[in-house]
């Protein structure tokens, strides 16, 4: 069902949840992958890690297993937002040979479909409450002060189509 967010709004879902992938452990330019179709909440995670000084990657949705271990060792991510039970149950094929502290699912998911992994799992709700939890506006605004322009934002990487996928480098300024 559509409703309408203002950006207000979407400013203070994004703040708390920057706070709450702070609290998860995620540090300036750590690196934390979305393996997820663009939807609304990948946008808040998305502009949620960055705010936390972080750089966002991607992964896509429709790659193998090998593919996903790829793209998330390649940019050395700390921690994966993934979107369903589905994609989380093909990182599950690849977990161990990853060094992740965290998964964050944007969909609720059986509570079976999160048990033998290695890294902590929680939704992207329970970061949400996190954040909230202990909310300091001033924090936030010191985390986006200390970010320039030419500072690393995202890592696009590209289809593959050509050998292994590279990551395109973006600035916050791109």
Known sequence: EYAPL????????????????RDLGVE???????????????????????????????VYTESS???????????????VVVEN?????????????????????????????TEGFDADVH???????LGAADFDRDRVERWLDRRDWTDLSSLV???GTTGQPKGAALSHRN
Do not use: C, K, N
Request: aromatic content about 8%.
């Open 6 to 21: 203002s950006y207000e709004r979407v400013g203070e879902i994004v703040a708390r949840l920057a706070a709450g992938f």
């Open 28 to 58: 300036a330019d750590d690196r934390v992958s979305i393996y997820a179709d663009t939807r609304m909440e990948w946008a808040h995670a998305d502009m949620a890690i960055q705010t936390a000084e972080a750089v966002a990657t991607t």
């Open 65 to 79: 297993p090998a593919q996903v271990q790829y793209l998330l060792e390649d940019p050395g991510s700390m921690g």
């Open 85 to 113: 039970a589905d994609l989380l149950d093909t990182l599950s094929t690849v977990e161990d040979e990853l060094d992740l502290s965290f998964i964050v699912t944007l969909d609720e998911v059986p509570a079976e479909t």
């Open 123 to 129: 939704t992207l709700a329970e970061v949400y409450e």
């Open 157 to 159: 990487y590209t289809s």
